[in-house]
């Protein structure tokens, strides 16, 4: 009775492990396509890497009049060797979001990175930062934007 009870058991466990497992739901970039260009003695070859190279890392908004939402566009071009692909862009705060390019930029395109600002609930000097995940070296770049949120009725 208890062998057969622990078949059962071992049965039900290993089939709800291999079902848990193959899972389709994470739609981001898989590691094994963002390399790693490290080697195992910390030296690497950067010369065959991608590369960003924004035209701004920093955009001023300036006075904007809470409630309103702002966008901007990071352009960059991939200045590297290699295809250049963003696996993740997260922001500080809720309040910001990102668009950006799934596929990936071959060396010399271009690209750009969207972000829109919602300054609902925000006064006075605002400052988000915006982290982008990529195949380069290193692998995160920072981006931030900035604004002075006046209350309604206030000066432009």
Same mark, same amino acid.
């Given at each position: 009775?208890?062998?057969?009870?622990?078949?059962?058991?071992?049965?039900?466990?290993?089939? !709800?492990?291999?079902?848990?497992?193959?899972?389709?739901?994470?739609?981001?970039?898989?590691? @094994?396509?963002?390399?790693?260009?490290?080697?195992?003695?910390?030296?690497?070859?950067?010369?065959?890497? +991608?590369?960003?190279?924004?035209?701004?890392? %920093?955009?001023?908004?300036?006075?904007?009049?809470?409630?309103?939402?702002?966008?901007?566009?990071?352009?960059?071009?991939?200045?590297?060797?290699? @295809?250049?692909?963003?696996?993740? %862009?997260? !922001?500080?705060?809720?309040?910001?979001? *990102?668009?950006?390019?799934?596929? +990936?930029?071959? *060396?010399?395109?271009?690209?750009?990175?969207?972000? !829109?600002?919602?300054?609902?609930?925000?006064?006075?000097?605002?400052?988000?930062?915006?982290?982008?995940?990529?195949?380069?070296?290193?692998?995160?770049?920072?981006?931030?934007?900035?604004?002075?949120?006046?209350?309604?009725?206030?000066?432009?």
């Amino acid at each position: 009775m208890i062998k057969k009870a622990f078949i059962i058991l071992s049965f039900i466990f290993s089939t !709800t492990f291999f079902v848990s497992c193959t899972s389709n739901e994470n739609k981001s970039l898989s590691g @094994d396509v963002i390399n790693n260009p490290n080697t195992a003695n910390g030296k690497s070859d950067r010369s065959k890497l +991608p590369a960003f190279t924004f035209v701004e890392d %920093v955009h001023d908004f300036g006075k904007i009049i809470e409630g309103e939402s702002v966008s901007f566009d990071f352009k960059f071009r991939n200045s590297g060797k290699s @295809d250049l692909l963003i696996s993740d %862009v997260s !922001t500080s705060c809720g309040c910001t979001v *990102p668009i950006y390019t799934k596929e +990936p930029i071959r *060396p010399g395109q271009q690209g750009t990175i969207k972000v !829109t600002f919602s300054s609902a609930g925000k006064r006075g000097f605002q400052s988000k930062n915006i982290v982008v995940v990529a195949n380069t070296q290193p692998n995160t770049t920072t981006l931030r934007i900035k604004a002075q949120v006046v209350s309604p009725g206030s000066e432009k």
